[in-house]
């Protein structure tokens, strides 16, 4: 296995991340301006689910269903360039509070999904448990407070694995090629790690934003939780127990009012540094309306206390449930 790695970035910039790889391959269409020009992008694909956005686009688009080990089932994107094909499968996993929409969103000649596509790759989004794509279980209901009780290495223990296979079964591939942003990057590293007979199936791992080492992580609300890590109760009573920040159609539309594209100061685009860290200039705010239709996706509030100790800890490590618990 090769690893390919790109740093730099947070939980929420993969749409960012994406602008990297512009000048990879051929454009499918002119939908998309320069990184200098800004986006042309239509702010009601944040209305669309994946399927629809990119079936509007010309593409053709798979939704497929696989179960985890412990009983969650997840829901796996496949985007296809009309006859393009390399014979090559690729896998792209999403980022914390994000989804499979995260490849897509900034559109055509712009967008990774579409670039891999145009260069005729087999495609496969994945989507972790709890998102708006992954929200049922064999057994629990998503209302029930235990659904949530997983962090970023149950998704690589059990998503990212199960994923893989599925998609190698389908396809017939004995490997494949995996890019993760991200959570994606994290999830990806559990698994190599406890499950290193996984190593064997993957041709390349292409880390975007690596989020493993977190003592210098600058996003301000991963560092607010930090504060009150030795006091988990009330830091769950302040962002849910459950679930964190569920995906609602009403952000789209407060999005469209409050985010003007050429407004100096934008509301949304201080919500997005508050959670990602201040970045102005690697955002063009003409996708902000598109991406609060997508964004955020659902995740377990479980997941982002993981990631707050090991900003405090600076170790790779396991969920710390404390002395007692931990045995």
Same mark, same amino acid.
């Given at each position: 296995m090769k690893l390919n790695v790109s740093n730099g970035g947070s939980c929420l910039s993969s749409v960012w991340l994406m602008l990297v790889l512009l000048a990879a391959g051929t454009h499918r269409t002119a939908f998309a301006r320069s990184v200098k020009g800004g986006f042309q992008v239509d702010s009601e694909d944040g209305r669309l689910s994946v399927p629809e956005l990119v079936s509007k686009y010309g593409y053709n688009v798979e939704e497929h269903t696989l179960k985890t080990d412990d009983g969650y089932r997840l829901t796996v994107h496949r985007v296809q360039s009309p006859g393009r094909t390399n014979g090559t499968v690729v896998l792209l996993m999403h980022g914390l509070l994000c989804s499979s929409a995260d490849w897509l969103m900034i559109g055509p000649g712009n967008a990774l999904g579409y670039l891999l596509a145009d260069q005729g790759y087999d495609v496969w989004l994945g989507n972790a448990r /709890?998102?708006?794509?992954?929200?049922?279980?064999?057994?629990?209901?998503?209302?029930?407070?235990?659904?949530?009780?997983?962090?970023?290495?149950?998704?690589?223990?059990?998503?990212? =694995?199960?994923?893989?296979?599925y998609i190698l079964d389908h396809t017939g591939h004995r490997r494949l090629q995996y890019v993760g942003h991200s959570q994606g990057t994290t999830g990806f590293f559990v698994m190599a790690s406890t499950r290193p007979e996984y190593n064997d199936k993957i041709i390349q791992m292409n880390a975007l934003a690596p989020a493993v080492f977190m003592g210098n992580m600058k996003s301000p609300l991963l560092r607010f939780m930090t504060k009150f890590l030795k006091t988990l109760d009330i830091l769950l009573a302040m962002f849910g127990v459950g679930e964190f920040m569920p995906n609602q159609p009403i952000l789209h539309e407060?999005?469209?009012?409050?985010?003007?594209?050429?407004?100096?100061?934008?509301?949304?685009?201080?919500?997005?540094?508050?959670?990602? /860290?201040?970045? =102005?200039?690697?955002?063009? =705010?003409?996708?902000?309306?598109?991406?609060?239709?997508?964004?955020?996706? /659902?995740?377990?509030?479980?997941?982002?206390?993981?990631?707050?100790?090991?900003?405090?800890?600076?170790?790779?490590?396991?969920?710390d449930y404390g002395k007692v618990k931990n045995v």
């Amino acid at each position: 296995m090769k690893l390919n790695v790109s740093n730099g970035g947070s939980c929420l910039s993969s749409v960012w991340l994406m602008l990297v790889l512009l000048a990879a391959g051929t454009h499918r269409t002119a939908f998309a301006r320069s990184v200098k020009g800004g986006f042309q992008v239509d702010s009601e694909d944040g209305r669309l689910s994946v399927p629809e956005l990119v079936s509007k686009y010309g593409y053709n688009v798979e939704e497929h269903t696989l179960k985890t080990d412990d009983g969650y089932r997840l829901t796996v994107h496949r985007v296809q360039s009309p006859g393009r094909t390399n014979g090559t499968v690729v896998l792209l996993m999403h980022g914390l509070l994000c989804s499979s929409a995260d490849w897509l969103m900034i559109g055509p000649g712009n967008a990774l999904g579409y670039l891999l596509a145009d260069q005729g790759y087999d495609v496969w989004l994945g989507n972790a448990r /709890g998102n708006r794509y992954s929200r049922h279980h064999d057994t629990i209901n998503p209302d029930n407070n235990s659904f949530w009780k997983f962090s970023w290495h149950e998704i690589g223990s059990y998503d990212i =694995p199960a994923t893989i296979d599925y998609i190698l079964d389908h396809t017939g591939h004995r490997r494949l090629q995996y890019v993760g942003h991200s959570q994606g990057t994290t999830g990806f590293f559990v698994m190599a790690s406890t499950r290193p007979e996984y190593n064997d199936k993957i041709i390349q791992m292409n880390a975007l934003a690596p989020a493993v080492f977190m003592g210098n992580m600058k996003s301000p609300l991963l560092r607010f939780m930090t504060k009150f890590l030795k006091t988990l109760d009330i830091l769950l009573a302040m962002f849910g127990v459950g679930e964190f920040m569920p995906n609602q159609p009403i952000l789209h539309e407060i999005a469209k009012h409050i985010c003007p594209p050429n407004s100096t100061v934008n509301m949304c685009a201080h919500l997005l540094f508050l959670l990602a /860290g201040y970045n =102005p200039s690697q955002m063009d =705010p003409a996708i902000l309306p598109v991406l609060f239709g997508h964004t955020p996706a /659902g995740s377990a509030t479980k997941q982002l206390v993981h990631y707050a100790q090991e900003v405090l800890s600076n170790r790779f490590e396991m969920y710390d449930y404390g002395k007692v618990k931990n045995v």
